[in-house]
């Protein structure tokens, strides 16, 4: 019979990816910071930029983590001198020459001074010394020990140098052993033959298998795959590389000519060589070759640890500089988690993590996209940021100072306001008939005969429905790009201005229309997307003659509305089109240019516009020149603080807008 108890379950950490049963995400803070800097003046990017710098959420950012980085840096630099093998054979060298020479001296005979003779003679360079030594018969075994100590230390070092732990593995096979160096040799021999095999684009994975199988003992980092073994090989050799390079020339050519003899001894000179270029070939973007960071300490280290210690700085520098992202085409995309764990642990790998899905979330929920592969911001983040740039007007406002905006008139067109009132001659509003016959009820109900008698409606009973009318307005905002703008400061207060407005008009009075015309060199049209990512034009001139073309143009669009048209500049005009279309710039202003400008001015007060200039610099020559257009045109010259341009300007509208026939 089957069992049919109840079967157990285990619960655990979900470990399937993100937890689906997380609350979404809420990236509304990182927006409004993004947003503060977009509207002082930043670029979306930029703003981006500087908020994975500084982090969010308790997180750190990447400059707190880079600070981290470069602290590890510094500690690592102090690990020892790279020198410790060669100061070590040194010493033994000394050794062994000194126990040699004790043996010799008490000993009469003459082949006992011809060696003393060969003693003396050996070469001043400790690799030539070594070499020189490799078939004398000595007396001392004290000095034979010391010398096969030299060997057998640089045997170790030398394949430690290339091959991270060759060391442990060789002490652990007892490394005298003549099997364990064949060991090595056929290591290297599979070593290379696998290699070789990866860069010819072969499958290699059985035959990955098979080597760890028979040589995983060498590799304690134990590698999971070809490319893996392949990425810390070559990342060794190249630091074995900036190792020798941070010699001196005189012990780099020692410690190379030593690496040689023991390559030498063991057999494996020409296929560490093809070796090293295979790993070349596999790893060509590392750095090799390049001299780069070195530890500097008081503590000698051999070869092996040299190395070490070496491709640890060149990781920590590599990390660093991807932590900074200060390279075209930075991403945290590029950021390895596995070098910042091992610099700086789990808790900043959770860190980068929660930059990352910041981004991620940005772009999810539709606040960030990309096109080209650039971060712009989304329709709905610019009017989000539009809607925080007005609200901020408006707590400067007065409650007294916004201005109406609606017109209480007769248009039946117009909206209902819930009241009505007594008719009059000339109203053409609907008539309000409960209001009429309840009139006309309370008038007749205490009247005699009034019972069961029909309710006769007067004249003085009528009333009727009041509606408002909302004249329509056409604004053309015109704001300086030129660089003073960025000099003096002003152009963030007009970047957020611009933004303000246009989100004023688009939100609260749809019936008007808007556009924002940007001006330096040449005049361009605005689209909010476009003015968040805009910066100041570094092009020279203030062309506000071909401004005020592209204003006239687009109020030609809306006849029947209120054309208004507003100018932000902090200089006067010195640019303007030629005949030809192309800008012609001059400083101080030629008289040409102030001529079409001002012939511009009055096309623009010919087509009923109102022109009202905002002066953002006290410089006389600016204050007479927009006094002179303003009262061509009919309008006026505000002189406002930067800080508070976004309040003139949106109330200097709401008061426009009104028409001609509510002023």
């Given at each position: ?31 409004d ?31 707190q ?101 060759m ?36 499958d ?84 090799w ?10 503590q ?11 491709a ?70 610019v ?29 039946a ?50 009333e ?32 957020s ?60 669009k ?17 640019a ?12 101080p ?41 303003t ?30 026939r509510?002023?």
């Amino acid at each position: 019979m089957a069992d049919r108890r109840p079967r157990g379950y285990r619960y655990g950490r979900w470990r399937g990816g993100p937890d689906p049963l997380a609350p979404p995400y809420d990236v509304a803070a990182a927006v409004d910071e993004i947003g503060d800097q977009v509207l002082g003046g930043s670029g979306v990017r930029e703003a981006m930029r500087d908020l994975l710098r500084r982090g969010t959420d308790g997180r750190r950012g990447l400059d707190q983590l880079r600070r981290s980085v470069r602290d590890r840096l510094r500690q690592a630099r102090q690990a020892g001198r790279m020198d410790g093998t060669l100061e070590q054979v040194r010493e033994l060298l000394d050794s062994a020459l000194e126990a040699e020479r004790a043996a010799l001296f008490p000993d009469p005979d003459d082949a006992a001074r011809l060696a003393e003779a060969e003693l003396d003679q050996l070469p001043e360079d400790t690799a030539g010394a070594v070499r020189a030594l490799k078939d004398h018969e000595w007396r001392s075994p004290e000095a034979a020990q010391a010398f096969q100590q030299i060997q057998d230390l640089l045997r170790q070092e030398v394949l430690d140098s290339s091959f991270q732990g060759m060391k442990q593995a060789l002490q652990q096979m007892q490394d005298g052993d003549g099997a364990a160096m064949q060991a090595v040799k056929d290591m290297v021999a599979d070593l290379s033959a696998l290699v070789d095999a990866h860069n010819r684009g072969e499958d290699t994975d059985q035959q990955f298998a098979d080597f760890m199988s028979k040589h995983g003992q060498f590799f304690p980092d134990d590698p999971q795959s070809v490319e893996e073994l392949i990425d810390s090989l070559a990342r060794r050799a190249a630091a074995q590389e900036r190792m020798l390079a941070g010699l001196s020339p005189d012990q780099r050519a020692e410690l190379q000519g030593l690496m040689e003899q023991a390559m030498g001894d063991l057999g494996l000179q020409s296929e560490m060589a093809h070796l090293s270029d295979a790993l070349r070939q596999a790893r060509p973007d590392l750095p090799w070759g390049q001299r780069g960071p070195v530890p500097d300490g008081e503590q000698p280290l051999g070869m092996g640890d040299a190395t070490t210690a070496v491709a640890e700085l060149a990781d920590l520098e590599s990390l660093s500089q991807q932590l900074s992202q200060g390279y075209a085409g930075a991403s945290l995309a590029d950021i390895d988690q596995e070098l910042l764990e091992q610099a700086l642990g789990r808790s900043a790998v959770d860190d980068l993590e929660a930059l990352r899905r910041l981004e991620r979330e940005l772009e999810r929920q539709g606040y960030l996209q990309r096109s080209d592969g650039a971060l712009q911001l989304s329709p709905k983040a610019v009017r989000r940021l539009g809607a925080t740039a007005l609200r901020r007007v408006f707590a400067q406002l007065d409650a007294t100072g916004r201005g109406e905006h609606d017109v209480a008139d007769a248009g039946a067109a117009g909206e209902l306001t819930g009241a009505s009132r007594e008719w009059r001659f000339g109203d053409e509003q609907p008539l309000d008939v409960v209001r009429t016959v309840r009139n006309a009820v309370l008038r007749t109900a205490g009247g005699p005969r009034a019972a069961g008698r029909a309710v006769k409606i007067a004249v003085d009973d009528f009333e009727v429905v009041e509606t408002e009318r909302r004249t329509g307005a056409a604004v053309a905002l015109l704001v300086d790009l030129s660089y003073s703008m960025a000099l003096r400061g002003t152009w963030g207060a007009a970047k957020s201005t611009a933004m303000a407005l246009h989100s004023l008009v688009t939100t609260r009075f749809p019936q008007d229309a808007i556009e924002i015309i940007g001006f330096s060199s040449t005049a361009q049209v605005l689209r909010p997307e476009t003015l968040a990512e805009l910066s100041v034009d570094t092009l020279q001139g203030t062309n506000l003659q071909h401004g005020l073309m592209l204003a006239r143009r687009f109020l030609a669009k809306h006849k029947d509305a209120e054309p208004v048209v507003l100018v932000v500049t902090d200089g006067e005009p010195t640019a303007h089109l030629e005949d030809d279309g192309t800008p012609y710039f001059c400083w101080p202003p030629m008289p040409e240019t102030i001529a079409r400008t001002v012939a511009e001015v009055e096309r623009v007060a010919r087509s009923g516009a109102t022109l009202n200039v905002f002066a953002l610099d006290p410089e006389p020559s600016l204050v007479e020149f927009v006094h002179d257009i303003t009262a061509r045109a009919g309008g006026r010259v505000f002189q406002p603080d930067s800080e508070r341009l976004g309040e003139y300007v949106v109330a200097d509208y709401l008061r426009v807008r009104r028409g001609r026939r509510g002023r």
